[in-house]
């Protein structure tokens, strides 16, 4: 299992491969307390393939995300954690994408002409339109 600290949040990350060791370790069965059948060897399948993050909280937030929990907006609590960090990735994401976008225009700026069959395929579409 790693362990980051990232400003006063402690990230366990345990991946898929640490967990099959320990389970070997364990003789080899997952620790499936009162569950048994096939609704616990999906749920251990499930758990094998999902990296865990334990993370800590304040109280205001957990408050909060336990409100959206409760009216409905997400399933759980783990929801809620895999939705926003889907956000945040995507958004970085889009910030990288576009800074790349504006640095290259800058490097290469667009000329009159690099522009100019646009222009002109706009002006003929305009002048189709049966307005």
């Known amino acids: 299992m790693s362990t980051t600290t990232l400003a006063s949040t402690t990230v366990m990350c345990s991946t898929t491969s640490e967990r099959r060791r320990r389970s070997s370790r364990m003789g080899g069965e997952p620790f499936l307390g009162a569950a048994r059948g096939v609704g616990a060897r999906i749920a251990f399948g499930y758990a094998q393939r999902m990296t865990q993050f334990v993370t800590r909280l ?7 995300v336990d409100r959206l929990v409760t009216t409905g907006l997400v399933a759980s609590r783990s929801e809620a954690v895999r939705l926003g960090l889907r956000h945040l990735v995507d958004h970085y994401r889009r910030e990288r994408t576009g800074s790349a976008i504006v640095d290259g225009y800058r490097r290469l700026p667009q000329t009159a002409e690099d522009v100019a069959w646009a222009d002109d395929a706009t002006r003929r579409m305009i002048a189709e339109e049966p307005w």
């Open 58 to 64: 304040d109280g205001s937030l957990a408050a909060e």
